[in-house]
T-cell receptor, first 112, second 115 residues
């Protein structure tokens, strides 16, 4: 089967650093993505890793190790507005034949 | 505004009714999708279309029928609604890029409640 595992919830304080891990088992792998979703809102694209290593986008970084089928999202200098659900997602096929398979989401609560 | 827009935002209807959700994107993307998000926030793909052609049909009951009149529009019609259809339905689009780097842009969602 195809599955992505991530923690169901994480709590941290403002200004802290938090890491959300994701392990995956899919029939095809064409990159790991991360999406943020606030309550009542739409998922929004945060980052993409196609190759091993770290990608940095402002306060957010994402890492991938294909040999370990593992990635993480690192959020630095946490702000209250970062409270949201974060989803890892694997694309299982190339070009138009692929689809994103999502993890069940990690609910991040940022406390003052 | 460049975006994926879907209507309606909320839909409350009785069991057995038929309803439609419309989606339009002006991003110039080739591929459009329907995802269903259940009460536990799990996002599961239902369909994908590329340039009006059905590419993925993820074992969805045939009460659900997508239609893509052109590559900027993907509508979802649901017949004989059941209680279990209650969920948030998201339309999304993405460019067709090698290696799948292009992120998905999601619409704001349609919260369907079947009573």
């Amino acid at each position: 089967g195809q599955s992505l595992e991530q923690p169901s919830e994480v709590t941290a304080v403002e200004g802290a650093i938090v890491q959300i891990n994701c392990t995956y088992q899919t029939s095809g792998f064409y990159g790991l993505s991360w999406y943020q979703q606030h309550d009542g809102g739409a998922p929004t694209f945060l980052s993409y890793n196609g190759l091993d290593g770290l990608e940095e986008t402002g306060r957010f970084s994402s890492f991938l190790s294909r040999s370990d089928s593992y990635g993480y999202l690192l959020l630095q200098e946490l702000q209250m507005k970062d409270s949201a659900s974060y989803f890892c997602a694997v694309r299982d096929g190339d070009n138009q034949g692929g689809k994103l398979i999502f993890g069940q989401g990690t609910e991040l609560s940022v406390k003052p | 505004d460049t975006a994926v827009s879907q209507t309606p935002k909320y839909l409350v209807t009785q069991m057995g009714n038929d309803k439609s959700i419309k989606c339009e994107q002006n991003l110039g993307h080739d591929t459009m999708y329907w995802y269903k998000q259940d009460s536990k926030k799990f996002l599961k793909i239902m369909f994908s279309y590329n340039n009006k052609e059905l590419i993925i049909n993820e074992t969805v009951p045939n009460r659900f029928s997508p239609k893509s009149p052109d590559k900027a529009h993907l509508n979802l019609h649901i017949n004989s609604l059941e209680l279990g259809d209650s969920a948030v339905y998201f339309c999304a689009s993405s460019p067709t890029t090698p290696g799948g780097r292009g992120g998905y842009t999601f619409g704001s969602g349609t919260r369907l409640t079947v009573v």
